[in-house]
C-alpha cells in the first residue's frame, strides 16, 4: 500500500489556531510564533518558541508539546517517532480531554508501526471530537469538530488498512471523502479499496484533481473504466499512465488487452512486444504478441491493406507455438499473397511469388502453397509452370482432383496442349463417373470440353460431348446451337426453340422464322445469327438475284429464296426480282406507305426508289432492328460450320467455363464493292456518343456499313431513316470527308422531298423528332463548304478525271457558286426551324398548349433557337465556320481538325469541348470573336435590331419557355435597364445554347458582358452611320447614343463612349460646316450636347457657338436680302430665329466677335422693323437689349471702333424719342 498513514507536516493540525488562554501572554505569543515557523518549514525556531511557551498554563504549555513533538515527527530521524510520542504523551497528561495530543499521538504510534496502538489514540481523538471540551481557539478561529472529525477518520481508515481491516477502513475514508476533500494519497487508497469492493463507478468517482493527472490515478482509473465496458476511455486513460512514466508490467498488459479488444491491434502488439522483451523466457507473452500482429494481419485483410497483412504475417509466424495457429496464419498468409498479386500493383506479383516460395519451403507437404503459386503464374502467363504446379497439388491432395484436373486442362490448352487438356477433361467424364456432380464436377467438365471443342470449330464432336448430359441451362441451347452449325438442321435434330426458328430461316422460310423467334423468350445470339441471314438476303437483292433453298436442310449456308418478309413482316414481298410487281412497288412495299414489322407508318416519299432498293431497305432494317448489336465490331461475321475458332476458355481455375459460342456461315457484301463508304457508324437508338468517339474512324465490323445501309434506304426513299443512320457515322467520324458529302446530299434531298418524320429505321429515333432536318442541313453544308480536304480531294478527282490541271486558285469562286447552289435549292420558308433538340416549343402543362420555342426575330444558328429559312440558318453556319477556320479549326478529340458552324458542334455532342478550346486560345480577341460566333449572339446579329435591341433574348428555349432567367448587372452591380435576357445560373441547356461559352465557369455572366460590350459597339456604329448617310440623321444618332450612354455604365466605359460620340460629333460638325449645312451641323451638336456630361461639354460649346453664329448670319442675310419691302411683308418675326442662334452663340461663347457683332446689329434691325410695325415699345425694349450686348461685348473687348459705333447709333435711336412714337 502507498501513502503515509500519518500526516506530519506542521500545517496539518492547530498551525493557523491562536492561544485561546491569556492571549495577550508571552507564552502564548511563543506558541503563535512557534506555530508560524512550522508552517514556514523552520522547525528549529519552532521548537525554540515551543520551549518558550512550557512554563505557561496547562493548555498553552499542552499546546506547545504538541508543537515539540510534531517537529519531532518532521525530523525522520531514528528515534525520532519515540521522542515525538513521549511529548504527546506529556501533552495529554496537561489535558487529558484534548483532541490534539490523542490524535498525534495516534500518528505518532503509527509512524512507530504500533498500528493496534494508533488506531485505538485516534478513536479516543474521534471521541474528543464529539462533545469533550478541550483546550482551543475560541471561536470562529481555527479547526472545527467537523473537520477534527474528518482528519482523524482519515488516518484510522489508513491505519486500519495497515491492520489489514479494509472494510472498517474503507468507511472511514468514505465518511472523510464525504465530509471534505482527501488527499491525493488518500484518494489513492480509497480508489484501491473501492476496486477490491468491485464497486467501479465509486472507485472512478473517488479520484479529483490532481491525482487524475498522475500516472498512479490513471491506471486505477482506467482499470475502473476497463471494468465498466467503457474502453476507449480506458485505453486513453492507460495510454495516458504510460506517457506519464508508468510503464509497468501490469499497466503494460491491461493496455495490450484494452486495445487489443478496440481492434487497435498495433497499440497491443507495442504493449505486448515490450513485456515480451523484458521477460523473453515467457512463451505466453510472444504469443501474445504474435496474437496482436496476426490480428493486425486480418484486420488489413478486410482493408484489402494486402501487401501490410502479409509482412505483419511473415513477422508473426516464427512466434507461435508449434501447432497452435499455424494452420490459420499459413492460410491466412496465402490469401493475403493471393489478393496482393491479383491486384496488377507494380512488383506485387514478384512480391506475392517470394512469399509463396517461403510458404512451399517451410510446408512442402501443403497442397495450398502449390496451388496458390499455380493461380498466380497462371495470371503471369506462365501456363506450363502452372501446370506442372497443379500436376503437384493434386499428388499431394487427390480428394481436390475434379477441381484440379479442371484447372490443369485449362493450363495445358493455354500453353498449346491442346490434346492434353482434352485427355483431362475426358479423365472427369469418362464412363463410370456421376455426371451433375458438386460443381465443379463432371458436367462442367463436359461443358469445358464442348467449349473447346467449340472453340476450335468442331461442332459436331462439341454436339455429342453435351448430349449425355442432363437436359438445362446452357446445355439445351449449347446442345441446339452445335447441331445447327454442324449442318444438322432437321427439326427433329435441333430441339425446339430459337435455334429451330433459326433453321427455318436457313430454309428459306424468313417470314416463319420471324413468327417463331418473337414467340420465344431468346438469347442474342439466335437473334443475331437470323439478323445475318436477313443481312445476306438484303445484299443478294441488291445484286439483283434471287438463289433458292436447296433440296435438303442439312446441306450448307443458302442464301434465303422468295420467302422473304414484307415490311409488315407477314408474308413473301411480291416486289421481289422474280415478283410479280418487278416494275412497280407492291402493296406491301415501303413505297406504298404500308404499315412497318412494328405497326409504324414507313411515311415519306418513295418515288425515288425501285423494287430492288425497296427490297434490300426492308431487309437490312428488319435485320438491324431484331439485332442492333450487329453495329459493332463484335457483331460481325462469324466462321461457317466445323471451321473457326471458339470461346475463349478463360477464367480461374475450376470456373464455369460456359461456351461463349460463336461462329455463322453468313457472309455480307465484299466491303471493296462499296467504294469510298465502306466503313460504318455505331451506336444504339437514342444514344448520344461519348465526346471521345468523335473523329475517330468508322469500325470496320459492321456486317453492313452504316453508310452503304443509308445510301439503300435513301434509294428506297426513306431518306430521314437514312439522314440518321448517317449522323451517327457522322459523330464518330465528324472529319471523313466522304462521309459528311453523303450526309449533306442526303438532308438536302430529304429536306426538299418534305421529310416526314419516318424514322423506320432502328437509328430513326437516335436524334428524336427535335433533329430538325433544314438545321443539320445548313450545318452539314457549312462544314463540307469549309472542309479544305473535301475540296483538296475535289480539284485533284477533276484533274485525273479530265486530265487537266486545275489550279487552286479556282477553289474560292467554286466553294461559293457550291454555296449559292445550296442555297438556292434550299426551302425559303419562314417556318420556325430548331438548332438542337433543346429548341423544339415545349407543352405548357398549365394551359395544355404548345408554348414556342423561338421569336420572330431569331435567326437559326448552332447555338440556340432559330426562326426563319433554311438559307438564314446557313449563313449564321457559314459565318460561324469562317470564324472557326480563322483560327486554324477545332482540333476534334480523336484526331482531326473540324471547320464547321455552331450546330454542327451541338450535334456532335462537343460542346464542353469546344468550350474549352476557345477558352484556352492565345489571341483574346479571335476568342473573343469565336465565342460570339458560337452562341446566341451569332444568331441575332442577323435580325431586326440586332444585339443592340432592347432586351434582346438570349436564353436557351427551356428558360425562354419557362420565363426562367438571370437579370445582367453592370460594373456597380446594378441591373442594367432593357439589357440582354441570359439563361438562369445553373441552367443545363446553356453550354448547347451557347458551345463558345461552354468552357467558361462563368458562361452566362461572360455572354451578358459580351453582349453589352457588342450592343455599346453597335450603337456607337449606328450612330456614325445616321451621321455619315447623305442625310444625316442627328435624331437617330441621339437615340443610338442615348442606349449607348445607359450600356457604357454598365460596363464602366462611360468616360470612354461620352469621348467617343464627342469625337464623332465634332468631326460631323466641321464637314457640314464645310459643306454650309450649319442647320444639320447644329441638330448634330445640339443632340450631342443634351446627352454628354459637364466634363466634355466645353469642346461642345465653343463648336456649337460656330455652327449658331454661320446659321444665324445665313438666316438673317436671307431674310434681308429680299429688302426692305419684303422685310416689311414678312414682318420681324422672320428675324426672331437668327437673333436666338446668335443670342445663343454670344452665350456659349461670349469672346466671339463675329457673334456680338451681328447680334448687335440684328437687334438694331429688329427695333426699327418693330417700330415700323407699330410696336414702339417693343422696339425700345430691343434697342435696350442691343445696347447692353454691345456694352458687354465692349466689356470683353475694350475700343472695337465697330462695336463701339454700332452702340452709339443704337443710343442715338433710343434717345431719339421712339417711345413717343418720334
Known amino acids: 500500500m502507498e501513502g503515509d498513514p500519518v500526516e506530519g507536516g506542521a500545517d496539518e493540525a492547530g498551525g493557523v489556531e491562536r492561544c485561546a488562554v491569556g492571549g495577550g501572554s508571552a507564552a502564548c505569543r511563543a506558541v503563535d510564533e512557534g506555530e508560524a515557523a512550522l508552517a514556514r518549514g523552520r522547525p528549529a525556531e519552532a521548537e525554540r518558541e515551543f520551549g518558550r511557551a512550557l512554563g505557561g498554563p496547562a493548555p498553552v504549555a499542552c499546546r506547545a508539546r504538541v508543537g515539540l513533538g510534531r517537529v519531532r515527527l518532521k525530523e525522520r530521524a531514528p528515534g525520532a517517532a519515540a521522542a515525538a510520542a513521549e511529548e504527546f504523551d506529556r501533552a495529554r497528561q496537561l489535558c487529558p480531554e484534548a483532541w490534539e495530543p490523542w490524535y498525534w499521538s495516534g500518528c505518532a504510534a503509527a509512524h512507530e508501526g504500533a498500528y493496534a496502538r494508533a488506531e485505538s489514540h485516534l478513536s479516543t481523538a474521534l471521541e474528543r471530537t464529539r462533545g469533550t471540551v478541550a483546550p482551543g481557539p475560541p471561536p470562529g478561529q481555527g479547526e472545527g469538530h467537523a473537520e477534527r472529525e474528518r482528519r482523524t477518520r482519515a488516518q484510522r481508515g489508513l491505519v486500519r488498512v495497515r491492520l489489514g481491516r479494509n472494510a472498517d477502513a474503507r468507511d472511514d475514508l468514505r465518511w472523510a471523502a464525504a465530509h471534505g476533500p482527501l488527499r491525493d494519497d488518500d484518494q489513492l487508497v480509497l480508489a484501491r479499496l473501492e476496486l477490491e469492493n468491485e464497486r467501479w463507478q465509486a472507485a472512478a468517482d473517488s479520484l479529483h484533481g490532481r491525482v487524475r493527472d498522475r500516472p498512479e490515478g490513471l491506471v486505477l482509473l482506467a482499470y475502473a473504466r476497463e471494468r465498466q465496458g467503457r474502453f476507449e476511455e480506458a485505453l486513453d486513460a492507460y495510454t495516458r499512465a504510460l506517457d506519464g512514466g508508468d510503464d509497468g508490467d501490469r499497466t503494460l498488459y491491461r493496455h495490450g488487452l484494452v486495445a487489443h479488444r478496440l481492434g487497435r491491434h498495433r497499440l497491443a502488439h507495442r504493449s505486448w512486444q515490450t ?162 456432380a458438386d460443381p465443379p464436377g463432371t458436367a462442367e467438365a463436359a461443358l469445358a470440353l464442348a467449349a473447346l471443342r467449340i472453340r476450335d470449330g468442331r461442332w459436331g464432336e462439341a454436339a455429342d460431348t453435351l448430349a449425355p448430359l442432363a437436359p438445362g441451362t446452357p446445355r439445351d441451347e449449347l446442345l441446339a446451337e452445335c447441331r445447327y452449325r454442324s449442318g444438322r438442321r432437321a427439326a427433329a435434330d435441333i430441339t425446339p426453340g430459337p435455334w429451330r426458328a433459326v433453321a427455318h430461316a436457313r430454309a428459306g422460310h424468313l417470314t416463319e422464322a420471324l413468327d417463331r423467334l418473337d414467340a420465344t423468350d431468346t438469347p442474342g445470339r439466335p437473334e443475331r445469327e437470323l439478323a445475318l441471314l436477313l443481312c445476306k438476303a438484303g445484299l443478294t437483292a441488291l445484286r439483283g438475284r434471287t438463289a433458292r433453298p436447296r433440296a435438303t436442310e442439312t446441306d450448307g449456308p443458302d442464301v434465303p429464296g422468295p420467302d422473304v418478309p414484307g415490311p409488315d413482316g407477314s408474308g ?110 455505331s451506336g444504339s437508338p437514342g444514344h448520344r456518343p461519348a465526346p471521345t468517339d468523335a473523329g475517330t474512324a468508322v469500325p470496320r465490323g459492321s456486317v453492313v456499313p452504316g453508310p452503304l445501309r443509308a445510301v439503300v434506304l435513301a434509294m428506297s426513299g426513306r431518306r430521314e431513316a437514312a439522314a440518321e443512320l448517317l449522323a451517327d457515322c457522322v459523330r464518330r467520324a465528324p472529319t471523313d470527308p466522304e462521309l459528311n458529302h453523303l450526309y449533306a446530299v442526303v438532308l438536302l434531298n430529304a429536306l426538299r422531298a418534305g421529310g416526314s418524320g419516318d424514322t423506320d429505321d432502328a437509328h430513326g429515333a437516335a436524334a428524336g423528332p427535335a433533329a430538325d432536318l433544314g438545321e443539320r442541313c445548313a450545318a452539314a453544308w457549312a462544314a463540307l463548304l469549309h472542309d479544305d480536304t473535301f475540296w483538296e480531294r475535289f480539284r485533284t478527282d477533276a484533274e485525273r478525271r479530265y486530265a487537266t490541271e486545275v489550279p487552286t486558285t479556282l477553289l474560292g469562286q467554286l466553294r461559293a457558286n457550291a454555296r449559292d447552289l445550296v442555297a438556292s435549292l434550299l426551302p425559303g420558308t ?230 467617343a460620340v464627342v469625337e464623332l460629333a465634332l468631326s460631323s460638325a466641321t464637314a457640314l460646316r464645310r459643306a454650309r449645312r450649319a442647320d444639320v451641323a447644329v441638330a448634330v451638336l445640339e443632340a450631342a450636347y443634351a446627352i454628354v456630361g459637364a466634363n466634355d461639354r466645353d469642346r461642345l460649346e465653343g463648336r456649337l457657338a460656330l455652327a449658331l453664329t454661320d446659321r444665324g448670319i445665313a438666316s438673317a442675310n436671307a431674310v434681308l436680302a429680299g429688302g426692305a419691302q419684303a422685310l416689311r411683308a414678312a414682318g420681324p418675326e422672320r428675324l426672331e430665329p437668327a437673333v436666338a442662334d446668335l443670342g445663343r452663340a454670344v452665350t456659349l461663347n461670349p469672346h466671339l466677335y463675329r457673334a456680338q457683332l451681328s447680334l448687335g446689329r440684328l437687334l438694331h434691325v429688329l427695333a426699327v422693323q418693330r417700330r415700323r410695325a407699330g410696336s414702339a415699345r417693343a422696339g425700345v425694349r430691343t434697342l435696350r437689349e442691343a445696347v447692353a450686348r454691345l456694352d458687354a461685348a465692349l466689356g470683353r473687348l475694350p475700343g472695337d471702333a465697330a462695336l463701339a459705333g454700332l452702340r452709339d447709333e443704337v443710343r442715338a435711336d433710343l434717345d431719339s424719342g421712339w417711345e413717343d412714337g418720334g
Open 275 to 436: 513485456l515480451r522483451l523484458r521477460h523473453p523466457d515467457r512463451a505466453d507473452l510472444a504469443r501474445l504478441a504474435a496474437c496482436a500482429r496476426y490480428a493486425n494481419a486480418r484486420a488489413l485483410v478486410r482493408r484489402k491493406e494486402f501487401g501490410d497483412a502479409v509482412e505483419e504475417l511473415v513477422r508473426c509466424t516464427p512466434w507461435w507455438p508449434p501447432g497452435t495457429l499455424d494452420e490459420a496464419v499459413t492460410e491466412l498468409r496465402l490469401y493475403a499473397v493471393w489478393q496482393l498479386a491479383v491486384r496488377g500493383e507494380p512488383g506485387a506479383r514478384a512480391h506475392a511469388r517470394r512469399h509463396l516460395e517461403d510458404v512451399r519451403a517451410r510446408r512442402p507437404r501443403d497442397h495450398r502453397g502449390h496451388s496458390y503459386a499455380a493461380r498466380l503464374e497462371f495470371t503471369a502467363g506462365a501456363h506450363a509452370r502452372a501446370a506442372q504446379l497443379w500436376s503437384e497439388a493434386l499428388r499431394l491432395h487427390p480428394d481436390d482432383a475434379v477441381r484440379f484436373r479442371h484447372a490443369l486442362a485449362l493450363c495445358r490448352y493455354r500453353s498449346g496442349e491442346h490434346a492434353a487438356a482434352e485427355q483431362e477433361l475426358e479423365l472427369l467424364c469418362a464412363p463410370g463417373r456421376p455426371l451433375g
Open 572 to 681: 413473301p414481298d411480291a416486289s421481289g426480282p422474280d415478283g410479280p410487281g418487278r416494275d412497280g412497288p407492291s402493296p406491301n412495299s415501303p413505297g406504298a406507305g404500308g404499315p412497318g414489322r412494328d405497326g409504324t407508318a414507313h411515311g415519306g416519299r418513295h418515288d425515288s426508289g425501285t423494287p430492288r432498293w425497296e427490297r434490300a431497305a426492308t431487309l437490312l432494317t428488319t435485320a438491324y432492328r431484331l439485332f442492333p448489336a450487329l453495329e459493332s465490331p463484335e457483331g460481325g461475321p462469324e466462321p461457317g460450320p466445323e471451321s473457326g475458332p471458339g470461346p475463349a476458355v478463360d477464367g480461374p481455375a475450376g470456373a464455369h467455363h460456359t461456351p461463349n459460342a460463336s461462329g455463322s456461315d453468313s457472309a455480307a457484301g465484299s466491303g471493296s464493292a462499296l467504294g469510298p463508304y465502306s466503313r460504318s457508324g
Open 830 to 1059: 419562314d417556318a420556325p426551324t430548331s438548332t438542337s433538340p433543346e429548341t423544339h416549343g415545349s407543352q405548357d402543362a398549365s394551359t395544355g398548349t404548345s408554348a414556342p420555342a423561338h421569336t420572330d426575330t431569331d435567326a437559326g444558328t448552332g447555338a440556340g433557337t432559330g426562326a426563319g429559312s433554311v438559307s438564314a440558318v446557313l449563313r449564321s453556319e457559314c459565318g460561324g465556320a469562317e470564324a472557326l477556320a480563322a483560327v486554324g479549326g477545332f482540333p476534334v478529340p480523336g484526331g482531326g481538325v473540324l471547320v464547321c458552324g455552331p450546330l454542327r458542334i451541338v450535334e456532335l455532342g462537343l460542346e464542353r469541348e469546344f468550350g474549352a478550346f476557345v477558352a484556352a486560345l492565345d489571341d483574346a480577341s479571335a476568342g473573343r470573336r469565336l465565342r460570339q460566333a458560337f452562341s446566341r449572339l451569332g444568331a441575332v446579329q442577323g435580325s431586326p435590331g440586332g444585339v443592340a435591341a432592347p432586351r434582346v433574348d438570349l436564353r436557351c428555349v427551356p428558360c425562354r419557355v419557362s420565363g426562367a432567367g438571370s437579370p445582367v448587372r453592370g460594373a456597380d452591380g446594378r441591373e442594367v435597364p432593357d439589357g440582354p435576357l441570359v439563361c438562369a445560373a445553373g441552367c443545363g441547356h446553356f453550354a448547347r445554347a451557347n458551345p463558345g461559352y461552354a468552357g467558361w465557369p462563368d458562361g452566362a455572366r461572360l455572354l451578358a458582358g459580351d453582349a453589352l460590350a457588342l450592343a455599346l459597339d453597335t450603337l456607337l456604329d449606328e450612330g456614325r452611320a445616321a451621321l455619315s448617310a447623305a442625310e444625316p440623321d442627328a435624331r437617330a444618332a441621339w437615340h443610338s447614343w442615348r442606349r449607348a450612354f445607359v450600356l457604357s455604365r454598365a460596363l464602366g466605359r462611360y468616360r470612354e463612349t461620352q469621348r
